[in-house]
């Protein structure tokens, strides 16, 4: 398992873009699939976008499709999610996590960082 640290979650007016960042700690960083997940207040955390090991192929969740784009630098244990055109419903904390699979479903994801928060207003 890889220790995992966000950042970049602020407050941003509707419209607006944002970087967040997830710092890993481990050697094997490029052996997992990396996922962002995001939570609401009063919601359950819910799949954002994924991205495997080679950074090839991704995956995103219909809300933020076109909008969001998941990557990652291997070089420098660190995956980012640049979020364009942000809505207030995007409002929520933010986490990175690991998984040896190539899969939403969060059971599969082992390492989880503490999470970022970022608040969208009108």
């Known amino acids: 398992q890889v220790q995992l640290v966000e950042s970049g979650g602020e407050l941003v007016q509707a419209g607006g873009s944002l970087r967040l960042s997830c710092a890993a700690s481990g050697r094997t960083f490029s052996d997992y699939v990396m996922g962002w997940f995001r939570q609401a207040p009063g919601k359950e955390r819910e799949f954002v976008a994924l991205?495997?090991?080679?950074?090839?192929?991704?995956d995103y969740a219909d809300s933020v499709k076109g909008r969001f784009t998941i990557s990652r630098d291997n070089a420098k244990n660190t995956v980012y999610l640049q979020m364009n055109s942000l809505k207030p419903e995007d409002t929520a904390n933010y986490y990175c996590a690991s998984s040896k699979y190539y899969t939403r479903s969060q059971s599969r994801f082992v390492s989880w960082g503490q999470g970022t928060q970022v608040t969208v207003s009108s």
């Open positions: 991205i495997t090991s080679s950074g090839y192929n991704t």
